[in-house]
């Protein structure tokens, strides 16, 4: 017997037959003997509808109501999933997130998890009953609702499984799993079996939305295993745990695709110390998250500084730059969003060599300029025109002899259709 959570997406609940096959799922699990609490998100696009009328009555809505409005999407579906499992007679019972002890900072929108007392769920499991929780809501010390943002869902079913102390989180979506790349773009993409933390979260903020990058590094601090598989059919997933030696036989894992981001060239500004505080500062003063960063070399006493930030913060960036103007007259700042990140990730790369010489051996060959590198320990990263993009992930997933069997990919059902995260692109 092991205690599990499982949590559905907005997908997996998002009318009411998939909510049956969700307790249908539930009520097998149970019946195995396994003590189970679920954990739902929002039908999918529900959150998205009601954020667009708050914005319609108000562009500035109230925090505090604002949170009240989006906690009501998963609250649908508790009680749908409980009704559910009722009919097909299985003891349920559903919880809020307050009601499950989900104590948060007073952060409205974006609150952070400070504990999580579990309520009476474990009273519930040891009367046999399944304990249904609302994703992505938590309460403050003044019992004030608050969400946790937007894919929220993740982490309250990592918190809760690591609180719990569960055996295991199944994170149910609509694909299979975390793939070698995605399967939309490489026919012959393979599921990844196992997984460490670590390069679960390199693909994860290199393009793959399988998981909320929140959650997947929340379950890596507290060393809750989870897997991804999908709620579709009844294969096993990708298992995301601790890393385990046999992981680096390979060196490259999964190649990730990041087609949100811009690059930013500044360029003519003074090659002397500071200058490159100045700009990031000003980006970090506004919010900007800043992701791989390029210094050319000075010439003449001037420098370039390249760097990628996220589409949507794209406008913000430019408005941070243009006051040095003031102080670096020469300054010129160029947008470029034609472009893609590409990063191949592995724990193996610690332990192989070769494998920066594979990777731009593989790209020189297809003729696809590079335009930007970063590496970490377990990855590098280059920028590369958005039109050759496809071409190289498949270059780059052929050089490492990741595919599989042709066809073999996942579905492409898509959680984006819904407003939601998009599918795999591990
Ligand atoms: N319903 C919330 C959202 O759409 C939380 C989640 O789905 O994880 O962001
Ligand atoms: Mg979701």
């Known amino acids: 017997m092991a205690r599990i959570v499982q949590k559905y997406g907005g997908t997996s609940v998002g009318d009411v037959e998939r909510i049956r096959k969700v307790a249908a799922r539930v009520a097998r699990w149970r019946e195995e003997g396994h003590e189970v609490v679920v954990v739902v998100s929002a039908r999918g696009g529900v959150t998205n509808e009601l954020l667009a009328r708050a914005k319609a009555l108000n562009p500035q809505p109230n925090e505090r109501e604002m949170d009240l409005l989006l906690a009501v999407g998963e609250q649908e579906t508790i009680a749908l999933v409980a009704?559910?499992?009722?009919?097909?007679?299985?003891?349920?019972?559903?919880?809020?997130?307050?009601?499950?002890?989900?104590?948060?900072?007073?952060?409205?929108?974006?609150?952070?998890?400070?504990?999580?007392?579990?309520?009476?769920?474990?009273?519930?499991?040891?009367?046999?009953?399944?304990?249904?929780?609302?994703?992505?809501?938590?309460?403050?010390?003044?019992?004030?609702?608050?969400?946790?943002?937007?894919?929220?869902?993740?982490?309250?079913?990592?918190?809760?499984?690591?609180?719990?102390?569960?055996?295991?989180?199944?994170?149910?979506?609509?694909?299979?799993?975390?793939?070698?790349?995605?399967?939309?773009?490489?026919?012959?993409?393979?599921?990844?079996?196992?997984?460490?933390?670590?390069?679960?979260?390199?693909?994860?903020?290199?393009?793959?939305?399988?998981?909320?990058?929140?959650?997947?590094?929340?379950?890596?601090?507290?060393?809750?295993?989870?897997?991804?598989?999908?709620?579709?059919?009844?294969?096993?997933?990708?298992?995301?745990?601790?890393?385990?030696?046999?992981?680096?036989?390979?060196?490259?894992?999964?190649?990730?695709?990041?087609?949100?981001?811009?690059?930013?060239?500044?360029?003519?500004?003074?090659?002397?110390?500071?200058?490159?505080?100045?700009?990031?500062?000003?980006?970090?003063?506004?919010?900007?998250?800043?992701?791989?960063?390029?210094?050319?070399?000075?010439?003449?006493?001037?420098?370039?500084?390249?760097?990628?930030?996220?589409?949507?913060?794209?406008?913000?960036?430019?408005?941070?730059?243009?006051?040095?103007?003031?102080?670096?007259?020469d300054m010129r700042v160029d947008t470029y969003d034609r472009i893609a990140k590409l990063s191949v990730v592995g724990v193996g790369m610690r332990s192989h060599s070769g494998v920066a010489g594979r990777f731009f051996g593989a790209l020189a060959a297809e003729r696809i300029n590079v335009q930007m590198i970063s590496t970490s320990e377990i990855k590098i990263s280059v920028v590369v025109a958005a039109e050759e993009a496809d071409e190289a992930v498949r270059t780059v997933h052929r050089a490492f002899g990741l595919g599989g069997e042709p066809g073999a990919g996942a579905g492409t059902a898509s959680e984006a259709a819904a407003g939601e995260p998009e599918p795999p692109q591990a």
């Open 83 to 329: 009704m559910a499992l009722h009919a097909l007679g299985v003891p349920a019972v559903s919880r809020t997130g307050a009601q499950a002890g989900i104590l948060t900072d007073p952060d409205h929108t974006r609150a952070r998890i400070l504990r999580i007392s579990g309520g009476d769920i474990g009273d519930a499991l040891s009367r046999g009953e399944v304990v249904i929780v609302a994703g992505f809501q938590g309460a403050n010390l003044d019992g004030q609702t608050t969400t946790l943002g937007r894919g929220g869902s993740d982490l309250s079913a990592i918190a809760l499984a690591a609180a719990l102390e569960a055996d295991v989180c199944q994170i149910y979506t609509d694909v299979d799993g975390v793939y070698t790349a995605d399967p939309r773009i490489v026919p012959d993409a393979k599921k990844i079996d196992a997984i460490g933390y670590e390069e679960m979260l390199e693909l994860a903020s290199s393009g793959s939305r399988v998981m909320q990058t929140r959650a997947v590094r929340f379950a890596q601090k507290y060393g809750v295993p989870f897997e991804v598989r999908s709620s579709f059919n009844d294969e096993p997933g990708t298992m995301v745990q601790e890393e385990v030696v046999s992981m680096e036989d390979v060196a490259v894992s999964g190649v990730a695709l990041d087609r949100n981001q811009v690059k930013i060239v500044v360029s003519d500004i003074p090659d002397r110390p500071g200058t490159a505080a100045r700009l990031f500062e000003a980006l970090a003063a506004d919010g900007v998250l800043v992701d791989m960063i390029v210094q050319n070399l000075g010439r003449e006493g001037r420098a370039n500084l390249t760097f990628t930030v996220p589409q949507e913060d794209a406008y913000r960036a430019e408005k941070a730059v243009r006051p040095l103007q003031d102080d670096f007259p």
